[in-house]
Every structure is written in structure tokens, then in C-alpha cells.
């Protein structure tokens, strides 16, 4: 079956620019994460969607950051006034139903790389 | 705060030998702890978790151990290949929280 994909796969943009990330997770998972990679580290945490909801977005780092997950599928991660920063690996991974004292692996799209001039 | 730590140098090794990378980590009480391997370009790709009371776990080439008390996860691939080549990450993941917090990751190269 397919695997979670992302788009685009390289984007480019300038400095207070405005960009949104698209993660498509594997059919029927109902978790949903985004993280964010700088080169030679491992992915950071940004927000965790149960369903349709943030259930944790403690790792968003401000509040030019936004996620949503309208209909508990297709996700979008937003930034606002972009800045050089930002500039990084933004992976998406999706992982199936949670359940207490159940730890899923969890499965990686390709990522999108952001690039902010 | 909470730090993971795996060796940055890379590791070389020859082919057929065994490969056994660290994880230690800090101020970080984990319920599981899950590696993964990443090639370049590509996201990360699961190999095996492992839980608190567990000591040891295997599949196939792979072995991964957890001790709790040292606050370390060694991983090891036996009779290595130069496919096993790849950037390994350690992730750990607490009780009611989903998110991983992973590792910077060992680069992995073995030589033919």
C-alpha cells in the first residue's frame, strides 16, 4: 500500500514569505505527527494529531507556526513570515490507532525541504 | 532538560563484523525507546522498540539492549553488509506522550 507522501518535496522562498506543507499519512491511521530536521540532527517534535485534533503542539516553536487536520486525514503544517531559520527538513509520519500501554512504530514520509532565502 | 546523546564521529567497520551503537541519554525517564535507520534524502525508517522492563530484543541481524539503570540503549547488527550502511537514530517515547524525542544519530559505514 502507499506510504505517507508529502508535497511538495523541495520548496523555496524568501525571507517573510508565507508557506504551507502537505502531509497525506497512510490510510487509516488516525495519529499524526510533524517534525522538523536540521542537517546533521535528528527530527525535532512539532505537534501530534490524534483525529482531528492537536493533542500535543507543545513543540511548535512560536506562534508563526500552524497545523491542521481538518478532516482527521490530510494535514497541513503553516509558516508564517518564514524566516532563514525555518530553513529545514519538515517530515511528516503517521502511526495507526493509539491505545493505552500501546507504542506504535511510526511511519516517515520523504519530508519537504524548506529552503528560505 | 532532557538529552540524548549518540556518538557523532561515524563508525566504520568491515563488512561481516559487528556493528554496536550507543544511546545514552539524561533527565529523561522513557516507557520505550525505538531506533530507526535514515538514508540520505529519505525519511526515518523503524527497526525496533523496546520497553522499559525489557532488557533485550532481537530480529533477524538486530539486537537492540535497554538498561535503565545506566540510562543506555546499545544496538547491534551482526554479520554486517555494506547495506546496513545508514544514519541509525535512537528515539524515546514516554508513558502518555506520543511524540519521540530522537538522537542526532551514528552515521554507519561498512566497508566491502
Known amino acids: 500500500g502507499a506510504g505517507v507522501s508529502q508535497t511538495p518535496s523541495n520548496k523555496v522562498t524568501e525571507k517573510g514569505k508565507y508557506v504551507e506543507l502537505r502531509c497525506d499519512p497512510i490510510s487509516g491511521h488516525t495519529a499524526l505527527y510533524w517534525y522538523r530536521q536540521s542537517l546533521g540532527q535528528g527530527p525535532e517534535f512539532l505537534i501530534y494529531?490524534?483525529?482531528?485534533?492537536?493533542?500535543?503542539d507543545s513543540g511548535l516553536p512560536n506562534d508563526r507556526f500552524f497545523a491542521v487536520r481538518p478532516e482527521g486525514s490530510v494535514s497541513t503544517l503553516k509558516i508564517q513570515r518564514t524566516e532563514r531559520g525555518d530553513s529545514a527538513v519538515y517530515l511528516c509520519a503517521s502511526s495507526s490507532t493509539i491505545q493505552r500501554g500501546v507504542y506504535n512504530e511510526q511511519f516517515f514520509g520523504p519530508g519537504t525541504r524548506l529552503t528560505v532565502l | 532538560s532532557q538529552k540524548i546523546e549518540q556518538n557523532s564521529e561515524a563508525l566504520n567497520i568491515q563488512e561481516g563484523k559487528t556493528a554496536t551503537l550507543t544511546c545514552n541519554y539524561t533527565n529523561y525517564s522513557p516507557a520505550y525507546l525505538q531506533w530507526y535507520r535514515q538514508d540520505p534524502g529519505r525519511g526515518p525508517v523503524f527497526l525496533l522498540l523496546i520497553r522499559e522492563n525489557e532488557k533485550e530484543k532481537r530480529k533477524e541481524r538486530l539486537k537492540v539492549t535497554f538498561d535503565t539503570t545506566l540510562k543506555q540503549s546499545l544496538f547491534h547488527i551482526t554479520a554486517s553488509q555494506p547495506a546496513d550502511s545508514a544514519t541509525y537514530l535512537c528515539?524515546?517515547?514516554?508513558?502518555?506522550?506520543?511524540?519521540?524525542?530522537f538522537g542526532s544519530g551514528t552515521r554507519l559505514q561498512v566497508q566491502p
Open positions: 494529531f490524534q483525529g482531528t485534533g492537536a493533542a500535543d
Open positions: 528515539a524515546l517515547g514516554g508513558t502518555g506522550r506520543r511524540a519521540l524525542t
